[in-house]
């Protein structure tokens, strides 16, 4: 881009070294470019003037022209409030200030006309405007209305003079030089396609439209630009990768077949068959395949996994299977050599904790290619572990490995790389995924195994905490076990603590004839271990942990979740570990134990538990509620850095700009014919760690 959008911040009119290291720390601006991107969030609509009389309750904010005709206050002390009574030639509003009153009653006059501006609120039958915004009315302000633009600031830039105000007025400067250097960035075809108006205007828009109509268009326009140069960079990587990494041709089922056949515990559900049929496509392509598989809790994942491993063995190649923690690394093992017997494969475990003496055999059984299957944690990625021939990487849960981790896994054979398969049991709404995995392929098993039934959800507050106790027993009674899980959250760790202990006291005593458990983070691993293996053993009834049992354990004769302090967990984590009942064929319960008071928010998420078992559901409106960087975790969000689109709001638009970006892409992959000359230009600008090529900078 021009280097007038690269030039320093502290050099601009206004701004200085002590405003530049503000502006730096609290949003990221650093350039002039930064700056020009850092659009107003709303647009207060100064176009018309109101008369009194025409007040209604649910506008937004007025702007009236009058007179003040008397002051008083109200009150003493701290609860004094100011009260003006505001005139026009239609009727009278009342005006509120409840601080700096001192202040005002000095600077404003009776009998002057102002331009007044606010909130027009209904009280007792009667309007008024709380800390309205007042200027002197003078044939300059009075003679046409306008858009104003409110632009995000912090405490401590108000501190320094950087209110909403300062960027206005620093926009107006800033555009008048900047406007000649904005250049274009798509294609004349797909600016008449879709109607766009031009980069220019867009910009100059975004800050100060003429009319709401324009403001509109210039979202739009710049919108779609940004998702599409998002679009448009992951299908760039898909496509780089796919030319330049091979994969083993890995298309002999004989083995999957004498397993199918032979030994699968139970029928496939078709979204199971689906998926293994689009891994098969993949490893017969003969390029290496980056697949997600998202399914929820219990859905078959595991198998879909074991079965893609089949076609790899039987084609003479050997698997890894990676897991986030020992606890989950050894229930995949235990599971996956029950089966693996069964057919004669050799499995292996490898975690943090295998003694030295088994990991040499390992690694001799590795390069030798006796073992055909290793299961582990991230031990699997050190230097010493090397294989003869591995074909295929199954990564578990995901979002728990970096980018770089998973990489390095394909360092593990020289002529090709593995085929890569990624298994979430976190749904993730198609805008994210789309956005956050557009260079993966994505497969999705929506259905969960034939005779399970969908776990009941019920909340109750603290006041039917004997309600809760009573269902309790009676299942366990039955035979049932169940898990009390308490909140734990890192900030208030000693505390959350105490109520573990708290609870657990609390339990003991009302369930004398039992025995329980209790897992925590504070204790030893060997120490948690023990403890789960008496409960998988049956030996005790009640599992009273924190989140540690999230994610892990598979325990089908545990029949009740009881979530403690449920208000203060978020939708997909209430949901992973409503997960962990419901895994036999019994039916299963999970109780969401909150206090009696709670936040909008909060009943929000808890009706939509008790609603909904889908997960597809719950992870759309868990995106509503909290936002596409809190669901995917910091790193990733911070790695996107979206200016103006909203992946809640705009997925209809990121359909429209993945669509465009993926036939450019398949008509002219090197973006070499001359229509396209504005992207390329565009792309050519970033560096390539640049993760948003939707920007000007």
């Known amino acids: 881009m021009h280097p007038f959008f690269g030039q320093s911040i502290e050099y601009f009119k206004g701004v200085g070294p002590q405003r530049a290291e503000t502006l730096n720390k609290e949003l990221q601006i650093f350039t002039f470019g930064d700056l020009l991107q850092h659009y107003p969030f709303r647009h207060e609509d100064r176009s018309r003037f109101y008369s009194v009389k025409e007040l209604l309750p649910n506008l937004p904010y007025v702007q009236l022209i009058g007179e003040f ?82 632009y995000h600031s912090t405490e401590k830039m108000k501190k320094k003079g950087m209110e909403s105000k300062f960027f ?67 299908i760039k990587l898909k496509i780089a990768r796919m030319e330049k990494f091979k994969g083993a041709g890995l298309n002999k089922s004989d083995l999957l077949n004498d397993f199918y056949e032979k030994h699968l515990p139970f029928e496939l559900t078709e979204a199971q068959k689906r998926v293994i049929k689009e891994i098969y496509a993949d490893f017969r392509s003969g390029q290496q395949m980056n697949r997600l598989v998202q399914g929820d809790v219990g859905s078959g994942k595991t198998m879909v996994a074991f079965l893609a491993m089949l076609i790899a063995i039987g084609s003479g190649y050997q698997c890894a299977f990676m897991a986030p923690t020992e606890i989950l690394a050894e229930q995949h093992f235990k599971g996956l050599r029950e089966q693996a017997h069964l057919v004669g494969i050799h499995i292996a475990r490898l975690t943090g904790s295998t003694p030295k003496s088994e990991r040499r055999l390992i690694h001799e059984g590795l390069m030798s290619g006796v073992i055909s299957m290793l299961v582990g944690t991230h031990a699997l990625l050190e230097d010493k572990v090397k294989f003869k021939n591995l074909g295929f990487a199954v990564i578990d849960e995901q979002h728990r490995f970096g980018v770089a981790q998973r990489a390095r896994l394909w360092t593990k054979t020289k002529d090709f790389y593995p085929h890569v398969l990624i298994m979430t049991a976190t749904p993730i709404p198609r805008t994210l995924a789309m956005t956050f995995y557009g260079d993966l392929d994505i497969s999705v098993i929506d259905e969960l195994p034939l005779g399970r039934k969908p776990i009941k959800t019920r909340h109750y507050r603290d006041n039917k905490r004997l309600e809760m106790f009573g269902f309790v027993e009676k299942e366990i009674e039955k035979g049932y076990q169940a898990y009390i899980v308490y909140p734990l959250i890192e900030e208030s760790a000693t505390l959350d603590y105490k109520n573990l202990m708290d609870g657990y006291e609390g339990i003991s005593r009302r369930f004398q004839n039992y025995q329980l458990s209790i897992v925590h983070g504070k204790m030893k691993a060997e120490d948690k271990e023990w403890e789960m293996q008496r409960f998988a053993r049956g030996e005790t009834k009640i599992m009273v942990a924190t989140t540690v049992i999230e994610v892990g354990v598979n325990i089908p004769n545990a029949t009740i979740m009881v979530i403690e302090n449920a208000e203060r967990f978020g939708l997909s984590q209430l949901h992973q570990l409503r997960g962990r009942v419901g895994r036999g064929s019994d039916q299963s319960y999970c109780i969401l134990m909150t206090g009696l008071k709670l936040s909008t928010e ?61 036939d450019i892409m398949s008509d002219d992959p090197e973006l070499s014919k001359e229509e396209n000359r504005p992207i390329k230009k565009h792309i050519d600008s970033f560096n390539q760690d640049v993760v948003n090529w939707g920007r000007i900078s």
Not at 71 to 90: P, S, W
Not at 201 to 206: I, K, S, Y
Not at 218 to 233: P, Y
């Open 602 to 662: 909060a009943r929000t998420r808890l009706k939509t538990m008790v609603d909904t078992n889908d997960g597809f559901k719950i992870a759309e409106i868990d995106l509503e509620l909290r936002g596409p960087g809190d669901l995917m975790g910091t790193r990733q969000s911070g790695a996107l850095e979206l200016l103006v689109s909203d992946l809640v709001k705009d997925g209809e638009i990121l359909k429209m700009a993945r669509i465009t970006a993926r």
């Open 168 to 234: 206005s007025k620093a926009m107006k400067v800033l555009l008048a030089e900047a406007v000649k250097h904005i250049e274009e960035t798509l294609p004349n075809s797909l600016i008449r396609q879709f109607g766009f108006i031009d980069k220019k205007t867009a910009v100059v828009a975004m800050h100060f439209p003429r009319t709401s109509q324009q403001l509109l268009q210039a979202q739009n326009r710049m919108k779609f630009e940004e998702l599409f140069f998002v679009q448009l960079r992951l």
């Open 69 to 150: 005709r008397s002051f008083k206050t109200i009150g003493i002390g701290r609860k004094a409030r100011l009260v003006g009574t505001f005139a026009d030639e239609t009727g009278t509003i009342e005006m509120v200030w409840f601080k700096g009153i001192q202040w005002i009653q000095k600077n404003l006059s009776v009998g002057v006309k102002y331009i007044a501006f606010g909130k027009a609120t209904l009280y007792k039958g009667k309007f008024n405007i709380a800390h309205p915004e007042l200027e002197i009315q003078t044939k300059k302000n009075t003679k046409g209305g306008y858009l104003q633009p409110i």
